[in-house]
């Protein structure tokens, strides 16, 4: 067991399923000792998918249950709707709070259906840039930040939402996509290597990068601590 609600089984994730019976993207059910687990896609999911790769212990990626976490660019809720039955259990048992920006008005909708049976998930529809039209609902600092908004300025997107929103010594997530940045024709390697370094510049350490190809190509998550 990663945690008490994620499962490595052979080489495929399991998130036991805080809603009986509901499948949210197509993934497959099924049952351990009588428990009902969701199918955790990595191909669909960013989190998994670094879950998957990382050659740290895998659980340090995952925050902590019942605590509040930010997640920018929420997309339709595929990685989300598993990082709900880890953080909050059936029925929110656990207490747990999941901010989930994004700007699309129909990853919105999807979302607010997906809250409606999973309580301590709070959509939002906003602007990952524009902390002010919805910065109110995260009143207190997180310890976990995640992002994912494949746009450019991505690293300049992340560092000005930790230095609002994650605790020092929080762990902030960043998905990076290649393609999304301004291309300077140096590659990929190079590309990393720059976002690597203004992320220590700018008071992070990157505690590991991982390599998401095969998964989804292109990408890298930066997993890093604030300590500035
Ligand atoms: C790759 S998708 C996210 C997929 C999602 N993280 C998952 O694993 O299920 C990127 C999302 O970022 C959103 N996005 C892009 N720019 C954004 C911004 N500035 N603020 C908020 N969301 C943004 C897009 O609408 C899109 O839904």
């Known amino acids: 067991m990663l945690s008490w609600a994620i499962r490595l089984d052979g080489r495929t994730l399991w998130s036991e399923n805080a809603v009986f019976g509901a499948s949210v993207y197509g993934e497959s059910l099924r049952k351990f000792s009588g428990t009902e687990y969701r199918r955790w896609d990595p191909t669909r999911s960013k989190l998994a998918a ?35 039955d880890h953080l909050c259990g059936a029925d929110n048992d656990l207490n747990g709070r999941i901010v989930a920006v994004d700007l699309a008005p129909r990853c919105l909708r999807d979302l607010t259906y997906l809250a409606r049976s999973r309580t301590g998930l709070v959509p939002i529809l906003g602007d990952a840039r524009k902390h002010t039209s919805w910065g109110v609902l995260v009143p207190h600092p997180v310890n976990w930040l995640f992002q994912d908004v494949a746009q450019s300025g991505q690293v300049e997107i992340f560092v ?3 230095r609002r929103f994650l605790n ?5 997530l960043l998905s990076l996509k290649a393609a999304s940045e ?9 590309l990393f290597n720059k976002v690597a370094t203004q992320l220590t510049e700018s008071g992070f350490e990157v505690e590991e990068r991982i390599k998401l190809t095969g998964y989804e190509d292109n990408h890298v998550l930066f997993v890093t601590r604030r300590v500035e």
């Open 50 to 84: 670094a879950i998957l790769r990382t050659k740290r212990n895998k659980s340090l990626l995952l925050p902590e249950p019942g605590s509040t976490v930010l997640y920018l660019g929420a997309g339709h809720g595929t990685s989300i709707s598993h990082l709900h």
């Open 160 to 162: 000005t939402a930790c």
């Open 182 to 190: 301004r291309w300077t024709g140096e590659g990929e390697h190079v």
């Open 168 to 172: 020092l010594g929080g762990l902030g």
